[in-house]
């Protein structure tokens, strides 16, 4: 479970979240959509721990645990998955060896013992499969040269080998195709499948429409300022934000 | 106050004075006079001062104060056997077939070698046999004053020739070991490598010693290569923290010949490696690599030059440097395309990367073209890790050590990137990665 109390982050100096809380139970699909500005990747990155984002205040707890007072890779170690707005390029770096690595680092924090060479293969080469990506494409260094859309279905070729017990998803579906978006989609669901929660934040209503969440929440100057369920996000998508009584842009 | 362009060493004559009874050859008349005069030359110039451009990154006032040094001995005999061993074992690639030739404290060691006994082989030891340096010896390639100095106090070194369309089917291994015992030395060596016409060769030499002694390796190596004849070099520099190691290599290529040199500096306190290349027939191509790793009052210094004398050459330079805390590196770089030397392909490139603000690199390539119809770039950069990248990885769960080890590594991987040579190249590189992670995983101690 996933609890975030009155959460005030600052990013340059400029306070971008201004006091949100939000409670995700285990198993639980939350969206979060909102306008240009409101916060929405800031959040991501405030969870998952980058340098620059700063806590004024507030709590975030990941199974009780104080998620704040820990380094980038002790929270994935926890169980946690950021799947990036736009994925890093990695030249020199090979996906196989960048997940083998990420992998075995995670199981020793965890304290179960390293994946072996051969079973890491097999591992791989199975999500692959299940999410119809080119084994060729794990060869490659770390998403360089890769598409728009090679990128992401290559974070939820990571995602379902590390597989994290909460997955928060920062815009995964931005500069999709159809295609692309149904891979990635299914990607969600077989995690979701499992009982793992998962944040979705969201500019369209479009991925809704494959992974169905249980709640929609809109987030607005740092803050939610409405949650409700799918039919929310279909209501954002019929009258806008202004639509709703939301400024565009608030900040 | 203004510097001298070179520094003066009154104490080197002296020494040299004392130690020449124990060199190497005292026997052989041409070369006892071929030691004094190069002496004499030195002590007529000294040392290079900063105010000399090729050594204003590497002050050699240090170098003045190391061979005024009252208790130079000629370490002939006497270095530990149970030490030498360990060296030899760390520094020893047992998964390289291949002959083996080590020298220790300057001076070869017989029960540690097995050298090249093959046909169209000729090897010969400087010790053993002086009479095969003669030539190289009297006509140096260069005759800087540091070339001088080795000439007067070369203490043994190694001759490779090949015979024309001989390729020597495994590398061969050169091992120089410094002791415990060599604190306060300077180990002159030189290596002499021909291959004729069509021959081929692959050398790879490790420089090492402990972490206490402060020891000079000063080696000079000349490389002619024939028509089609082909050359590959490795150099590892692993040697003890207070070690000054300074290698040169001259090499000459004449037509369709090719040479490739890969160069690894990981140790010593204060290293300068020097690779002066001149191509001078049509169609030679040449392939310089190297990385470089400094931290804590190291010093790292790479200069090269190639000479395009002739059209329809290729040369390539691709050097990475890794600098932490108190480490410091230049790259000198110089191209020199001769006026008929029309159809030249040269690229140069030198990356460097910085893990503290408290590290400094210089990069400093020089294109001169006198010649219109040609192709040739140079790129140099200096920069930080990038933040995006290492969030990136530690957001999949690497900590920072590794993540930074992992994007350090993938940084100087470049230089190993389409390396010819098969098998043993793997072996290399493994190696050099296992030496690099090694190198990242130690402490930094400001």
């Known amino acids: 479970m996933l609890e975030i109390k009155n959460l005030r982050v600052t990013v340059g100096g400029k306070e971008i979240l201004k006091g949100l809380n939000l409670t995700i139970n285990d198993g639980e699909v939350h969206a979060i959509m909102g306008p240009n500005g409101a916060g929405k990747s800031t959040l991501s990155y405030a969870i998952c721990g980058k340098d620059g984002y700063e806590v004024i205040e507030g709590s975030v707890l990941y199974n009780g645990k104080d998620l704040l007072s820990m380094d980038p890779n002790e929270r994935a170690g926890e169980g946690l998955f950021l799947g990036f707005q736009y994925p890093v390029e990695i030249p020199g770096v090979s996906n196989m060896n960048f997940l083998r690595t990420a992998l075995n680092s995670q199981r020793r924090y965890q304290g179960a013992p390293e994946v072996k060479a051969v079973d890491f293969l097999k591992l791989i080469r199975a999500k692959a499969k299940e999410l119809d990506v080119d084994p060729e494409m794990l060869k490659r260094d770390v998403n360089v040269g890769f598409s728009g859309g090679e990128k992401k279905r290559n974070e939820m070729v990571q995602m379902a080998v590390l597989d994290p017990s909460m997955a928060i998803l920062d815009e995964t579906d931005s500069g999709l195709d159809i295609d692309a978006l149904r891979i990635v989609a299914d990607g969600i669901n077989r995690l979701r499948g499992q009982d793992k929660s998962i944040l979705l934040i969201t500019h369209y209503q479009r ?5 169905v969440p249980d709640f929609v929440h809109v987030l607005a100057d740092g803050r939610i300022v409405k949650t409700g369920t799918k039919d929310l996000a279909l209501q954002l998508e019929a009258k806008g934000y202004a639509g709703l009584g939301i400024a565009e842009n608030a900040a | 106050m203004t510097l001298k362009r070179y520094l003066e060493t009154p104490e080197v004559g002296k020494n040299f004075e004392k130690r020449k009874a124990g060199f190497s050859g005292t026997d052989q008349g041409w070369l006892s006079d ?25 002050n050699l006032g240090f170098l003045a104060r190391f061979l005024a040094n009252e208790n130079f001995k000629i370490l002939k005999t006497g270095p530990d056997a149970a030490e030498t061993k360990r060296l030899f074992d760390r520094a020893y690639m047992g998964n390289i077939a291949g002959s083996v030739v080590v020298f220790v404290n300057g001076y070869f060691n017989p029960a540690l070698s097995s050298c090249p006994d093959e046909d169209g082989v000729k090897f010969s030891i400087f010790s053993e046999n002086p009479e095969a340096f003669r030539q190289s010896l009297a006509e140096p390639k260069q005759a800087t004053s540091l070339n001088n100095l080795n000439r007067a106090m070369v203490t043994d070194g190694y001759y490779l020739e090949i015979s024309a369309q001989t390729t020597m089917p495994q590398p061969i291994q050169i091992i120089h070991l410094a002791t415990s015992g060599s604190d306060g030395q300077s180990l002159h060596t030189r290596a002499k490598i021909s291959l004729a016409a069509g021959a081929k060769a692959k050398v790879i030499e490790s420089f090492m010693g402990p972490d206490g002694p402060q020891y000079w390796t000063h080696m000079i190596s000349d490389v002619d290569a024939a028509e089609k004849a082909e050359f590959c070099y490795f150099q590892f520099q692993l040697q003890g923290k207070q070690a000054i190691h300074m290698t040169e290599m001259h090499s000459t290529l004449l037509e369709k010949a090719k040479f490739t040199h890969m160069n690894l500096q990981l140790g010593a306190e204060v290293s300068r490696s020097e690779i002066m290349n001149s191509l001078s027939g049509e169609y030679a191509e040449i392939d310089l690599r190297g990385a470089y790793f400094g931290r804590v009052k190291q010093s790292q210094d790479i200069f090269t030059r190639i000479n395009h004398d002739k059209p329809h050459c290729q040369s390539n ?3 990475r440097g890794v600098l932490d805390a ?25 990356k460097n990367l910085l893990l503290s603000r408290k590290a400094e690199a210089n990069a400093k390539p020089e294109l001169l073209i006198y010649a219109d119809d040609v192709k040739c770039s140079h790129g140099a950069t200096v920069g930080e890790l990038d933040r995006d990248q290492l969030f990136y990885l530690r957001s999949r769960g690497l900590d920072e050590a590794a993540a930074k080890e992992l994007l350090v590594e993938a940084f100087v991987a470049e230089v190993f990137s389409d ?28």
């Open chain 2, 326 to 350: 108190g480490g410091k590196s230049a790259f000198q770089g110089k191209v020199i395309v001769a006026r008929d030397a029309q159809k030249t392909n040269a690229d140069q490139s030198n």
């Open chain 1, 207 to 211: 991925l809704l429409d494959y992974v």
């Open chain 2, 34 to 58: 071929i030691r004094a005069r190069a002496m004499d030359k030195f002590m007529a110039a000294g040392l290079p001062g900063p105010k000399v451009e090729e050594w204003k990154y590497t």
């Open chain 2, 419 to 446: 390396m010819p040579g098969g098998g043993d190249t793997v072996v290399l590189q493994q190696r050099f990665i296992e030496k690099t992670r090694g190198w990242l995983s130690k402490e930094v101690s400001s």
């Open chain 2, 317 to 319: 330079q691709l050097f």
